[in-house]
């Protein structure tokens, strides 16, 4: 079964001077953990904040690029350009690790360095992460800070941005933009597009959800959602029993604070601790499983897939611990009756339907 996930975060573990080509014993991948589970493609991320204190976001992003190429050097791992390195690495059994783009700091506002990314072999570009760019509007933004954003939806330069993307068989990923946002890229879109990493608003009412409309315009475009199982966007209930737990820790979370100077550090230590803390209190993976089968009741099974976001969350639902859980996706919906071939479409070949669409 060809296996693939749609969102990891690993390489800020890189860039924090972790050597994950070896068994690490926090967080939820490196090399040899993804090769001992089931995934096949795992999609690995780039980040640059636009709150970061030395922005440089071009030069960061070419760094981290280069970071994750040299993870290349193991033989049996691939970081593939294109669809055909796709289905070459499928066929000699390598770990496929495409580099897709969260937020588009990197850019600078140029287009120039759009197509040096894409030269790059840029898999997928969310236009944004949490924060707002001047060119498009973030969901959060949306929600929380309206009236200080430059640009609601797409500006003009946002539109080209889109088709330059789609034009040169770039995936755009929707998981983070607000609505406007969403609305401008639908309305343009002439492929499929996807949302990386999102879960279903009519059940837990988080601004990273998507709701009915959103979820039947991805697949009228043929797109594909990978649902998302980090516990604040799957269960409701969840927040109330997080805050006390971190509100039991708010020691450490300052003697964090205090040990460690840089906030991309700070933020790694609290989430490896709260990846052990908050253990207990996370919701099972059936809530998670809830999600993915209310999007296939709404628009069917060709169009779900898996955006684990490993590595950043804090957290995943009871018992999925690591990267190498992964198979137990495949056993809840085995329990719940889906036979081996949907299971399969969910599990991986969905993504591969996506990118022969995008590359007619």
Known sequence: ???????????????????????????????????????????????????????????????????????????????????????????????????????????????????????????????????????????????????????????????????????????IDVSHIGEASFWDIEKISHKPFIASHSSVYKICPHFRNLHNDQIIAIKNKKGLIGINPYPFFIDPTFKERELKVRNKHKEKIKSIEVQFAKKSSQWLAKQHFFQKELVSICPDIDIFLDHMEYIIKLIGIDYVGVGSDYDGLDCLPKGWNDCRDHIKIAEGLESRGYKQEEIEKVMGKNILRVLEEINY
């Open 1 to 171: 079964m060809f296996v693939a996930d749609l969102h990891n975060d690993l390489v800020q573990r890189i860039i924090e001077g972790e050597d994950v080509t070896k068994h690490t014993s926090h967080g939820h991948s490196d090399i040899p953990r993804l090769r001992e589970s089931c995934i096949n493609l795992q999609i690995l991320i780039i980040w640059v904040s636009s709150k970061s204190a030395e922005p440089n976001f071009f030069n960061k992003a070419n760094m981290m690029y280069d970071e994750l190429e040299k993870l290349s050097k193991n033989k049996n791992v691939v970081i593939p350009k294109n669809l055909q390195d796709i289905l070459d690495g499928i066929k000699n059994n390598k770990l496929l690790l495409p580099i897709s783009m969260e937020g588009g700091e990197a850019i600078e506002n140029n287009l120039e360095y759009l197509y040096h990314f894409i030269n790059r072999g840029l898999f997928y570009l969310g236009p944004t992460w949490n924060h707002s760019l001047d060119w498009v509007s973030s969901n959060y933004d949306e929600k929380y800070n309206k009236d200080k954003i430059k640009t609601i939806g797409l500006s003009e330069f946002g539109k080209e941005v889109i088709n330059i993307c789609q034009e040169n068989k770039v995936l």
